[in-house]
């Protein structure tokens, strides 16, 4: 496992009070960081992972609760983690919904979640982090993609994740060119299918999906401080998988 020293490092992963997010955190309190558990509705959840992450290694852990798709929510976020623990070094946006219906067979409002909790959570998140970030000429954020989005992938089905993830990806490059003099990276994560997924293709490649560990991996080497110069880049947590059709 790649080991970045984060000591003295604050960590925000949104959606961190379960699932894929909860342990991308865990591996990052695990380096020394203290960590805020970002939660929508699941208080209880995300306490007990603040509580586990302090086991792991976290010197602080507190909770923070808000919509990531609504500015007032995310400007009141970051002010509770400003508040409790400080200024946010690293960003982990790992909100994202999907829709995995024919896109024609899917309310409006469900469309709508998905492109908003993507790109526009990510977006909120990113632009309040960047202030205390470039204040202290240092962040690292990293996007949660989606394999095979930069390379077009589109389907009739769960259609409007393929559009956000491609717009989360054309983002981050945006982002990491607006901040290469800031002293921060800006990177995206994109797995294929993850060990919590709710449905398995009859193929896998590898013959499994990705453990939570292969995730966190590639998140912590963009963590590492000799990681300054990479900034702008993908890497997708796939196994090798080429998209035939979805």
Not at 61 to 66: D, E, I, L, N
Not at 114 to 139: E, F, H, I, K
Not at 155 to 177: C, D, E, H
Not at 217 to 224: D, I, K, N, Y
Request: proline residues 5%.
């Amino acid at each position: 496992m790649i080991r970045p020293d984060l000591t003295d490092r604050i960590a925000l992963v949104t959606g961190s009070a379960g699932g894929a997010g909860r342990e991308l955190l865990y591996a990052i309190a695990e380096q020394g960081a203290s960590v805020a558990v970002h939660y929508r509705s699941s208080a209880d959840a995300a306490e007990e992972v603040a509580a586990e992450a302090r086991e792991r290694g976290a010197p602080r852990a507190t909770t923070v609760q808000g919509d990531v798709m609504d500015p007032d929510d995310v400007d009141a976020m970051f002010d509770a983690v400003e508040d409790s623990l400080g200024t946010v070094d690293v960003l982990v946006n790992n909100v994202g919904p999907f829709a995995p219906d024919h896109w024609e067979s899917i309310s409006f409002e469900q469309w709508n979640t998905v492109l908003q909790a993507n790109v526009n959570g990510t977006y909120l998140c990113c632009r309040r982090a960047l202030p205390g970030m470039r204040d202290q000429s240092w962040g690292r954020i990293v996007n949660v993609g989606y394999a095979s989005a930069e390379k077009g992938l589109m389907s009739p089905k769960n259609a409007p994740y393929f559009i956000a993830k491609q717009g989360v990806l054309m983002f981050t490059r945006m982002l990491a060119n607006d901040t290469q003099h800031d002293g921060i990276t800006a990177n995206a994560v994109s797995p294929y299918v993850v060990e919590n997924s709710d449905e398995f293709p009859e193929e896998l490649p590898r013959g499994r999906p990705a453990g939570f560990e292969d995730v966190a991996q590639a998140v912590l080497f963009f963590l590492e401080e000799d990681s300054d110069y990479i900034s702008g880049e993908n890497v997708e947590v796939d196994g090798g998988w080429l998209p035939e059709e979805v």
